[in-house]
C-alpha cells in the first residue's frame, strides 16, 4: 500500500534517515520498533511531508506522494496520529473531533464524533471541555478517536503508549488490533513498547540510525535474541514461554 | 459628552480594530506587519476620497476601506508572506518584508495625493474628516457610529471564530499547523483569510481613526507604535488580548493627558504619546504576558471574598 525506497530526509542540515526503504502490505500492521534516536518519528514526518526529504520515493498506492503537503495526504485517506501535539489544546473535545472530521460531510462527521464517544466514553464526559484540561492518557484517547474520525485508509501511529499508565497503554495497542481485524485499516504503528506491538504485528522493522537493520516478520523479530536485547531491551526470545501479562495476575 | 472621551472613545476603537489586526497576523503567520501603518492611512485615503468625490458620509466608504485593506494584504501574503514562510525565514525576516511593503505602499500614497493635488485641486495631506460628520443625539456621531461599528465587526469575527467551521478551522491551523494540515485543512487559505481580515482591520483602523484625529499621508505610520502597543499589551497571543489592549492604549492616552493636565499643569500636553506607553511597560512588568496573561477569573473570585491566591 506504502512504498518508501531509498529515502534519504531529515530537518533543514540535519539528515536522519539514511538510504531507507520499506514496504507497508494492505491490510495489516507493520511495527517500526527502534531505540532513541533511530528515526522513527522522522519516517512518519518524512511520509506526511512534514520533514524535508532530499531523495527517494515515496509511493502510496502507487502513486508518488513525494512532497504532497499534508492536507492533500489527508484527502487521499491517509491519517497521522503524532506523539505530541496530537490535540488542539484550545479547542474543546467536541470541536477537536469536529477538525478530525474537517473533510467529512457535516452529518456524517457528526455520527462519527458519536461513535467515538461510544468506544472512548470518557470523551462524552469532556465533551464540552477544552482538549488543555484533559489528562495525558484522556488527551491519547482523543488523539486516536481524531486518527479514527477520518475513515482512514491508512493511519500512521506515533508512540501511542507515551503518557499511558500501562493498563491502558496494553488496552490501547489491542484497540489497534481490533482496527485492524474489524474496520480491516492498514496501519504503521511506531511504538516503544516494542515486545507488545510486535506480538499484535504483522510486518516489522527495526530502524538503527537512520537505517533498516531488521525487515520481516514481526514474529521473527521477537526470535532474534541479539536484536531484541541489544536494540530493544526484550532480554529473552518470544519463543521461550515468556509469562503473558494477563498471566502474571 | 466631554470633549476628550468622544473623541478618545474613536480613537480607542479605531487602535482596537488595528491592533486585534496585528495579533492576528501574528498569531497565525508569526509575522509583525509594519505595513499596518499604510494599509491604515489607505483606509483613511479610501473614506477621503468616497466623501468628497462620491459624495454623503464618510461611514458609507467604510465597507469598501475594508475591501481594500483586505486586498492589501493578500497581495502582502501572496507577494512576500507566503513564499517567505515556505523558505522557514525567520520573524525577522519577516517582519522587514512588511517594512519594505510598508514602503511602497508610503510611496504610493504620496502619488495618489499628488494626483488628487495637482489633478482634483483638493488639499488631500492634512484633512480634518470630521467635517464630514453630522449630529446625532448632541454629539458627533462618530462617537456613537465608530464604537458601535468596532463592536459589531468584532462580535462578528467572534462568532465566525467559534461557530463556524472554517473559523475552528482558523483557530486550529493556527495553534497546531502541523495537526490542522493532517486533518485536511488547508493551511494556505488559512493564512490567506487571515491576511484578509488583518489587512481590512487596519484598513477599518485607519479610516476610524481619521475621523478622531488630523488625516495625513503618515497617518498610520505616526499611529503604529501604538497599534503594537496595543497588541503587545494584550500579549500576542490572543486576539482578544489584543482588541482590549488597543482599546485601553487609545483611551488612556486621551484620559490620561486630560486628568494628568489638571494635577499637573499644560505641560503634560507635550508627554500625551508617553502616557499610554508607561502604562503598557508597568503592566508587562507585573503580567509578562500582557491583558490576556492576567488571571481574571481568580482576580474576580478574589474580589468577591472566594478562596483561591492569584497565580500568573
Partial sequence: ?249 | MAPWLATGLIYASALALAAGGITLLYMSTRTFNFAHASMATIGFYVIYTGSVLGGGTPYRYFPLAFLIGGLLGVICYYGLNRPLLKRRAVEITLMMSTLGYDLILLSVIQMYCDYLTFSRRLFPRRVSMSIYDFELLGVSAATIILPLVAIVFLTALHLFLVKTRFGVAMRATIENPVLAGASGINADRVYMLAWVIGGGMAALGGAAMSMAITGTPVLGMNSIPFMFAGAIFGGLHSLYGGILGGFVIGMTEYAGVFYLSQIFGPWVLGYRMGIPLLLMAATLLIFPRGLAGIPWAALVRNLFGKKGGIRV
Fill in chain 1, 1 to 249: 500500500m506504502l512504498k518508501i525506497n531509498k529515502l534519504n530526509s531529515g530537518y533543514g542540515k540535519l539528515q536522519v534517515l539514511y538510504d531507507l526503504s520499506i514496504e507497508i502490505p494492505e491490510k495489516g500492521i507493520t511495527v517500526v520498533v527502534g531505540p532513541n534516536g533511530a528515526g522513527k518519528t522522522t519516517l512518519l514526518c518524512s511520509i506526511m511531508g512534514i520533514a524535508d526529504v532530499s531523495s527517494g520515493e515515496v509511493e502510496f498506492q502507487g502513486n508518488s506522494i513525494r512532497a504532497l503537503p499534508s492536507y492533500l495526504l489527508a484527502r487521499q485517506g491517509i491519517s497521522y496520529v503524532p506523539q505530541m501535539g496530537n490535540v488542539f489544546a484550545e479547542l474543546s473535545v467536541r470541536d477537536n473531533l469536529q477538525m478530525a472530521g474537517y473533510l467529512l460531510p457535516t452529518a456524517k462527521a457528526k455520527k462519527k464524533a458519536e461513535q467515538m464517544t461510544v468506544m472512548f466514553p470518557v470523551l462524552k464526559k469532556f465533551i464540552d471541555r477544552k482538549a488543555a484540561t484533559l489528562s495525558g492518557g484522556e488527551r491519547r484517547m482523543l488523539a486516536v478517536a481524531m486518527g479514527l474520525m477520518k475513515d482512514p485508509k491508512l493511519m500512521l501511529l506515533d508512540e501511542l503508549s507515551t503518557d499511558l499508565a500501562p493498563i491502558i497503554a496494553e488496552k490501547v495497542i489491542s484497540e489497534v488490533a481490533r482496527l485492524r481485524d474489524e474496520l480491516g485499516i492498514t496501519i504503521l504503528l511506531v511504538e516503544q513498547m516494542a515486545k507488545r506491538a510486535l506480538e499484535i504485528g504483522d510486518t516489522a522493522y527495526l530502524l538503527v540510525s537512520g537505517g533498516v537493520r531488521f525487515a520481516g516478520k514481526a514474529r521473527e523479530l521477537l526470535n532474534e535474541p541479539e536484536l531484541c536485547n541489544m536494540y530493544l531491551g526484550i532480554k529473552q526470545p518470544a519463543a521461550q514461554n515468556i509469562p503473558s501479562i494477563e498471566g502474571s495476575r
